[in-house]
């Protein structure tokens, strides 16, 4: 009998046949985080990014508007730019020497006469793919119609926090790439999972009351909010680690996972993404960037400093501590939650080969989760 | 569509700068609202009986079609304007006005979920079509953001500025208007954006002060005299493509290419599901020529901005002297302007009807 994860064959998780179909039917064929806004701010300006099977690059022309294309020469298709840069006027293929526009015409193509009897330039432009910004993020599509992102996002575009990303800055010390040894989606149903909160975190995000949390999906997006407990959102803004993002009379932790592999996480103090994309089966890079108070460091240090006191007392803690840590740098002993997260990510994912795993009865605040199993499974419908 | 006239009722009236220009509203009746339906950036025809005889007028629609306000159309003086002052001067509440249903190709649809920036670029009256499509962004197109550089002599002369300002207030991050003032009172406390005319330097400010957050960008220009094209010569500076940047010309044909005297020809209209030969004189033009006929044919403003008078053409050529209110798409597909349209082959055949 197929070995089940609720509504998935444990195969979804484990081989390399369910990772291509995911690649080529979710990720290749939905709107892409390309990065933050800034990344792209100049003309000439380009990023490249990978969105599935699709290599697609971002370029800002003189109008600052952005211009995305299939990073494939038309000639023999070798990637034809790097990862960043900065381009005058041309993009120039490596290989030959094919140069193309900024609006992804072929302008020139070397010994033209000699080598080639008549070339239609025009018909060798690059191919063009969609671009957009939501929310101080990069997205990109690699249908050139694909339509408005607001088809896509705009349900939920108020429901995702009272943030406005693009007036805060980025911290960039907080910008962090990781691979975690799990299927990519273990971690979304990690991050999903309203029952672990109280549990695996108990002594990481215990300032935000689990029991009172709202959370469900809107479409292939999954939507959480939940507010601060009563110790923390009393005289909060002596509590907040950070200077405060949002209008005073609102408050609590927005933690949206949009789909596929988009993580939000916002709150008072401070507004963050977390970018899940599948490298293999059993390997994710996670993507961590924030966004904070436009506010001097002085006013930084002074939030930081009057909200010791409190957090000395309310007190962050690991969920191992003393015998039980196995050593100094044991996940389950560093009060960071993250760290917790991915620890329960690669123990899940290793399991999952055992001949005797068997999935046990899900919770209520695991609905979430077999939710996004059913939102995946109905991507790839048809695909067998 | 219609191109018949309909007598409307003069709702209301409002003198607008100084007595300078008048906005006049119409009330249009249930039965004739489906044919007075508009979109943002139209225009309206007018045929009203002076001394001098029958004229005809088009002018832009001013609100916008998702606003819930009137239809109504704003008038300013034009020196010597024979129509233009006449509105000025007379229209008053409750007046009977022959008036075509809406036209024109300059348009600006909006959707709840489009998610556009929009960059307006207008002067002088030419404020009204792009009035009615900022309003119409700012009502119906909740995602988008919209830009207006508007050039007027002075903050006296500017159209709207009340309305425009509600608008900032209203719609804040969602909207940025810009004053351009070519002469500005010393002695007026109002608050421009940039001294000058709304030129190169202007288009490229305002760009750089707000490039496109979101990224299907669009750009309308309605100014008098060059205006227009020189917006389209700096737009076009900027890589902007050209299927982007939309125009009408205001105030008046700026470019007549009358270098092509037509020659005699006949030509077979259709009209109104009938054909008739009609003849051409050297010179005439062919609404000129089906007119003399005896036929009746759809027209009105006769400069070519306004397109009421717009054919197929499926056999022979024509030369225009003027097509405004023709997309080069349209001209492709054989569309062509009678009003403007001197014959340059014998044999025409030409369509009113479809």
């Known amino acids: 009998m197929n070995r089940m994860l609720h509504h998935l064959p444990v195969e979804a998780y484990t081989s390399q046949d369910w990772f291509d179909r995911e690649q080529r039917q979710i990720f290749s064929n939905t709107w892409r985080y390309a990065g933050f806004m800034e990344d792209v701010s100049e003309p000439g300006q380009y990023i490249s990014v990978q969105a599935g099977l699709n290599n697609i690059f971002i370029v800002m022309g003189r109008d600052r508007r952005l211009r995305a294309f299939h990073n494939i020469c038309r000639h023999r298709g070798t990637q034809l730019i790097r990862a960043v840069g900065k381009a005058q006027k041309a993009l120039t293929c490596p290989y030959h020497d094919w140069t193309y526009d900024l609006e992804g015409n072929l302008i020139s193509v070397p010994e033209e006469d000699r080598e080639f009897q008549g070339i239609d330039k025009s018909c060798l432009g690059l191919k063009p793919a969609s671009v957009d910004i939501w929310k101080s993020m990069l997205f990109v599509h690699p249908d050139p119609n694909a339509g408005s992102i607001m088809d896509w996002f705009g349900d939920i575009d108020m429901q995702v926090g009272p943030h406005v990303p693009e007036e805060l800055p980025e911290y960039e010390e907080a910008q962090i790439s990781y691979e975690i040894k799990a299927n990519w989606k273990i971690i979304v149903e990690n991050y999903i999972d309203v029952y672990h909160l109280a549990h695996l975190h108990s002594g990481t995000l215990q300032m935000y009351d689990h029991a009172n949390a709202e959370y469900g999906f809107v479409g292939p997006h999954y939507m959480f909010w939940e507010p601060p407990v009563a110790e923390y959102a009393d005289n909060q803004d002596k509590k907040l680690p950070a200077p405060r993002v949002i209008p005073n009379d609102q408050d609590g932790a927005w933690v949206p996972m949009l789909f596929p592999g988009i993580g939000l996480g916002a709150a008072e103090d401070g507004w963050n993404i977390f970018i899940i994309e599948p490298i293999a089966p059993d390997l994710t890079r996670v993507t961590n960037r924030s966004r904070v108070a436009n506010a001097s460091a002085w006013e930084f240090s002074k939030q930081s400093m009057r909200s010791t006191g409190f957090w000395s007392n309310f007190g962050l803690s690991g969920k191992y501590e003393g015998n039980d840590a196995q050593s100094e740098d044991d996940p389950m002993a560093s009060g960071d939650f993250t760290a917790e997260d991915i620890y329960a990510c690669e123990q899940q994912q290793k399991s999952l080969y055992s001949p005797h795993y068997e999935v046990g009865p899900a919770a209520k605040g695991e609905s979430p989760v077999l939710d996004h199993q059913k939102v995946v499974l109905s991507w790839l419908e048809g695909s067998k | ?354």
Request: charged share 20%.
């Open chain 2, 1 to 354: 569509m219609s191109r018949d006239f309909f007598p409307l009722t003069v709702l209301d009236t409002k003198d607008e700068i100084g007595g300078l220009a008048k906005t006049v509203m119409f009330d249009v009746p249930e039965d004739l609202a489906e044919k007075f339906a508009w979109r943002a950036g139209q225009h309206l025809s007018l045929r009203v009986q002076l001394k001098e005889g029958e004229v005809r007028r088009s002018y832009s629609i001013s609100s916008s079609p998702v606003s819930g306000d009137p239809l109504r159309i704003t008038v300013k003086r034009v020196n010597d304007g024979l129509v233009s002052n006449y509105i000025n001067d007379n229209v008053a509440k409750g007046d009977v006005i022959d008036v075509m249903p809406p036209f024109g190709g300059f348009c600006l649809d909006t959707a709840q979920n489009f998610r556009r920036t929009h960059y307006f670029f207008g002067a002088g009256s030419g404020i009204t079509p792009l009035f009615s499509m900022l309003h119409s962004v700012m009502c119906n197109e909740p995602h988008s953001v919209a830009y207006l550089a508007y050039g007027n002599k002075n903050a006296e002369s500017i159209l709207f500025k009340d309305a425009l300002s509600k608008i900032s207030d209203d719609f804040g991050r969602r909207v940025g208007v810009k004053h351009v003032l070519s002469a500005p009172s010393m002695w007026s406390g109002f608050k421009y954006w940039r001294k000058g005319i709304v030129d190169e330097g202007a288009i490229k400010a305002l760009i750089e002060e707000h490039p496109p957050y979101a990224q299907d960008a669009q750009y309308y220009v309605c100014g008098p005299g060059g205006m227009n094209k020189a917006v389209k010569v700096a737009l076009m500076s900027l890589d902007v493509p050209q299927d982007r940047i939309h125009m009408e010309n205001y105030g008046g044909a700026d470019e007549i290419d009358d270098t092509v005297k037509g020659i005699k020809a006949t030509a077979e209209i259709t009209l109104n599901g009938e054909q008739q030969n009609v003849s051409i004189g050297a010179g005439q033009t062919v609404l000129e020529a089906v007119r003399l006929a005896g036929l009746r044919p759809p027209f009105s403003c006769q400069s070519g901005v306004c397109g009421a008078c717009r054919a197929n053409l499926t056999v022979g050529t024509v030369h225009m002297r003027a097509r405004m209110a023709l997309e080069d798409n349209d001209i492709k597909k054989g569309r062509v302007l009678t009003c403007q349209s001197v014959p340059t082959s014998e044999a025409l055949s030409i369509s009113y009807d479809g």
